[in-house]
């Protein structure tokens, strides 16, 4: 297997992307295909000592700035993002990893790997910590403004990722929106339940946004908009608690030496909440896989990236998303027309 990650493009520069590639080609069965500058990857390389042979640098000329404009970023042809991109598109590669912007990493994912047949807009699903397993949350940045029918995409490839790579066996899907009632919501989310009640997922309805960390369920779907409003609240919630915690324990000696009773429990929390142990969030519904990583990746992060990137070739994430999509979509035309809802759905 082989794993293009673009080492060019992320916040914090490549030093971080080839230590986690480092130690990537140590943990997992794939050779590392590095897209960037010759020269600085060489130099990394020999700095960590990596001298086998599963880490293939792949050189290019250009880099896409963190801040670019997604469509402009297009024309730099030769840029780390680009050639990844191209090298699955060829089949060179099995799968990309970036942790460069996530509107430049779509732009280029989406004109050279193309949406799935079936899919009519592609999401980013991220894994949210909860008081019991994992809630795979999608999107979350993709697509800011979706319909009904988007949304029911979402829902089939999130629950078929959580059935092959997460192991969850009969995945519970759900609607983030302001009331369990199917009454409540908007005019997306009640469109959307009204299709996702007569499909053969595993649909419980609404979910509240205080019920979100309780583990109600196994996938979540919104919009685009919604999604990554929430998942940059969490992170930042996670980071003042965490600070918060460490503050109080370095109040004076008493706090430092009950600190270290809780010290274990801590950790265990602080492995739960960091985004690095889950690595990258999937861009589901090209025809390719593509891991998208947070900009300011360390190296376990990126280790974690490639890690996924992994899993979900092994497991034919794409092809089972085909099958879903064909089984369900008989259904949710037929509940579509029978309700008026084609309008609003397509």
Request: with cysteine; aromatic share 4%.
């Given at each position: 297997?082989r794993?293009?990650?673009?080492?060019?493009?992320?916040d914090v520069g490549?030093?971080?992307?080839?230590?986690g590639?480092?130690m990537?080609?140590?943990?997992?069965?794939?050779?590392?295909?590095?897209v960037?500058?010759?020269?600085?990857?060489?130099?990394l390389?020999?700095?960590y000592?990596?001298?086998?042979?599963?880490?293939?640098?792949?050189?290019?000329s250009?880099?896409?700035r963190?801040?670019?404009n997604?469509?402009?970023?297009?024309?730099?042809s030769?840029s780390s993002?680009?050639?990844?991109?191209?090298?699955?598109?060829?089949g060179?590669a099995d799968?990309?990893v970036?942790?460069?912007?996530?509107?430049?990493?779509?732009?280029?994912?989406?004109l050279?790997?193309?949406?799935?047949e079936?899919?009519?807009r592609?999401a980013i699903a991220t894994l949210m910590p909860?008081s019991?397993k994992?809630?795979?949350i999608?999107?979350?940045?993709a697509?800011?403004?979706?319909k009904?029918r988007?949304?029911?995409d979402?829902?089939?490839?999130?629950s078929?990722?959580?059935?092959t790579?997460?192991g969850r066996?009969n995945p519970?899907?759900?609607?983030l929106?302001?009331?369990?009632e199917?009454?409540?919501?908007?005019a997306?989310?009640?469109a959307?339940y009204a299709?996702l009640?007569?499909?053969h997922l595993?649909f419980?309805?609404?979910?509240?946004?205080r019920h979100?960390f309780?583990?109600?369920v196994?996938v979540?779907v919104?919009d685009?908009?919604?999604?990554n409003?929430?998942?940059?609240?969490c992170?930042s919630?996670a980071?003042m608690?965490?600070m918060?915690?460490?503050?109080a324990?370095?109040?004076n000696?008493?706090?430092?030496?009950?600190a270290l009773t809780l010290?274990?429990?801590m950790?265990k929390?602080?492995?739960?909440?960091?985004?690095s142990?889950y690595?990258?969030a999937p861009?589901l519904?090209?025809?390719g896989?593509c891991i998208?990583?947070h900009?300011?990746?360390?190296?376990?992060?990126v280790m974690?990236?490639v890690r996924?990137?992994v899993?979900s070739?092994?497991?034919?994430?794409?092809r089972?998303?085909?099958?879903?999509?064909?089984?369900?979509?008989a259904e949710i035309e037929?509940v579509?027309?029978s309700?008026e809802?084609v309008?609003?759905?397509?």
């Amino acid at each position: 297997m082989r794993i293009a990650l673009d080492a060019m493009g992320s916040d914090v520069g490549p030093t971080p992307l080839v230590e986690g590639a480092v130690m990537a080609a140590k943990r997992f069965d794939c050779k590392i295909l590095l897209v960037g500058r010759r020269h600085s990857l060489g130099r990394l390389l020999r700095f960590y000592r990596y001298a086998g042979d599963k880490i293939e640098i792949v050189p290019c000329s250009q880099t896409v700035r963190m801040d670019a404009n997604p469509r402009a970023s297009l024309k730099l042809s030769d840029s780390s993002i680009a050639v990844a991109t191209r090298l699955v598109a060829e089949g060179r590669a099995d799968a990309m990893v970036s942790a460069g912007a996530t509107g430049a990493t779509k732009a280029h994912a989406l004109l050279g790997l193309r949406r799935l047949e079936g899919i009519r807009r592609e999401a980013i699903a991220t894994l949210m910590p909860t008081s019991k397993k994992p809630c795979l949350i999608l999107d979350v940045g993709a697509n800011v403004d979706c319909k009904p029918r988007h949304l029911v995409d979402f829902a089939i490839m999130g629950s078929v990722y959580a059935r092959t790579v997460l192991g969850r066996k009969n995945p519970r899907v759900g609607i983030l929106s302001v009331g369990e009632e199917p009454s409540k919501g908007n005019a997306l989310t009640l469109a959307t339940y009204a299709l996702l009640k007569q499909s053969h997922l595993n649909f419980i309805g609404n979910v509240e946004g205080r019920h979100l960390f309780k583990g109600k369920v196994d996938v979540l779907v919104c919009d685009g908009f919604v999604g990554n409003v929430v998942l940059k609240v969490c992170e930042s919630v996670a980071k003042m608690i965490l600070m918060g915690v460490k503050g109080a324990m370095k109040k004076n000696v008493l706090t430092m030496a009950g600190a270290l009773t809780l010290l274990p429990g801590m950790r265990k929390f602080h492995k739960k909440v960091d985004h690095s142990e889950y690595g990258g969030a999937p861009l589901l519904g090209l025809n390719g896989v593509c891991i998208i990583a947070h900009g300011s990746s360390n190296a376990k992060a990126v280790m974690n990236a490639v890690r996924v990137a992994v899993e979900s070739v092994d497991q034919d994430v794409n092809r089972h998303i085909r099958e879903e999509i064909e089984a369900i979509s008989a259904e949710i035309e037929q509940v579509a027309s029978s309700q008026e809802l084609v309008a609003v759905t397509e």
